[in-house]
């Protein structure tokens, strides 16, 4: 059973983690913060850093995403982890049985791999804010051929480059394909 406890972040102290230790010994813990700091990622800042790619340097995948993860890596930690958050969205909202099926029409195989769409999904919110909506309100214009899984990586990288820490998070939602259980109903 799951106990909810309300506290304001102000009235956190040693004391009281201590006390909860104690109390609820190995129990996992959820922080749900009901209010975004001023100083927050929005999503307007969000497809501000995506162009921050750099496809000058098409091919070179670590290159590409360079100034992305030094620009995040100079935003504070929570940041970082919201950065996650919006991508982990936005390919979820993607993540449907007609974008899948608009983003394989050029091949002659009629099969759908999970990484390979999700990569698939990755390079079009690499593309911005544009193409992104473009394709989300019309899978017909998903392009074909083109991946970026590269993308996946630059929160961590960030993190790790800005604290020498790995980084754990598990975003919102989930952006493996599937994931959108809703977005697949009328799949075939």
Known sequence: MATSLHINLNALDESFIEELRQRYGAAEVE???TETPQDGLTEDGFWQLIECLDWENEG?????IEPLVQALANLPNANIHQFEDILAEKLWLLDTGEHAEASIRDQEKDYVSV??????RCCVVANGKELYEEVL?????FPTGLS???LLSVASLAYERKTGKAFVHIPRKSYETYSNE?????AD
């Open 31 to 33: 922080i749900l913060l």
């Open 60 to 64: 070179d995948d670590d290159a590409v």
């Open 115 to 120: 990484d390979g769409f999700l990569y698939d």
């Open 137 to 141: 309100h019309d899978p017909s214009k």
């Open 148 to 150: 970026f899984e590269r």
């Open 182 to 186: 809703a977005g697949w109903e009328d």
